[in-house]
């Protein structure tokens, strides 16, 4: 009974990205603990970049100074 | 002290449902459990079909699968 | 669709008491929602006294001071 | 590693204000914890008013009637 | 800037697979959204068979009469 | 309403600290916000080291590496 949340900025995730997300954590479950998809449910959630903060400042605010959360 | 949040696929909850599940909720803590319903605060969290995976497909997908979460 | 979480003071709820929360909260997505219980998970959370604040209090400290959250 | 949620009615929470509250949560986890701020995240989740429920009622209907979350 | 809660049953799982959960989700968002690992968080909460309920049952009750939630 | 859930690592928080978090918290929404105390809830949660995952790994590893969340 394996129940997920993803937390994430709203930064142009495309449903296709989401479906992704979806299909290889419930992939994961499956693979490491044997879980039925049936019972594997995932939930992704997109937060305003007003509304999530990281060192004490508005990602918004970061963002615009060109920090970003991309991979080096 | 309870808090409770509850979270639905966002395909057509009405104003007057909610209050239902906020009533109900709240009655079932007061009942089970006595608890004060100043002291119980209830959350209603609506989730996009695109945000909701079950077995590994999004819910949009599945509805238009005519697949629903009907009780049988 | 339905995921629902139940955050509580731990204060001697008893397995029978869960269960009553679980079924209630069950039949309560299925009477309102017409949800099938088999897509409905119900997660009960207990949370330590000196864990739960309110009105900027630990609830231990205002159990110690004979303030409890049952119903008048 | 704190990660911190922040649910509050929506009714008007200005940018500044969230602004205040993501800085004012992270000093918090710094000067109690001596957190590094680099490993503090706090997300701020807006609920409409039909969505959060009080003592069995939902907001929406609580403000109607003149009662509010001011502090008096 | 993901965070990622993962409720899990608690039903022995160990130290490596709650590794190799870890290290898939994050290699998730990182492949699929090209999410920096140092901005990914990931939280796994284990629950009481007692505390989890399933079409209206506690899954304790649901194992003893043989019923897991292992793949077919 | 505010609810506050407060996520952190299991490594030696005392009751005094946690006094501390809550108050701090509670005192934010009402100076910001200028929300009723009786009406906030925080909820402060220790995860155990093996269950916190940062850049793909176990904190229990990173500690074992002398990585702390210390502020510099």
């Keep these: ?3 997920i949340k993803i ?3 709203r930064e142009g995730v495309t449903r296709e990205q989401k479906q992704r997300l979806i299909k ?3 992939d994961l479950m ?3 603990l044997n879980k039925d998809p049936h019972l594997t449910h995932v ?4 937060i ?3 509304d999530w903060g990281y ?3 508005q990602v918004s605010v970061l963002r ?3 920090i970003t959360a991309d991979k080096k």
């Design 24 to 26: 290889g954590v419930t």
């Design 7 to 9: 937390e994430l900025t």
């Design 48 to 50: 305003d970049l007003d």
């Design 1 to 3: 009974m394996p129940y």
């Design 43 to 46: 939930v992704i959630q997109e």
């Design 30 to 32: 499956s693979d490491t």
């Design 64 to 66: 615009e100074k060109g």
């Design 55 to 57: 060192a004490g400042e």
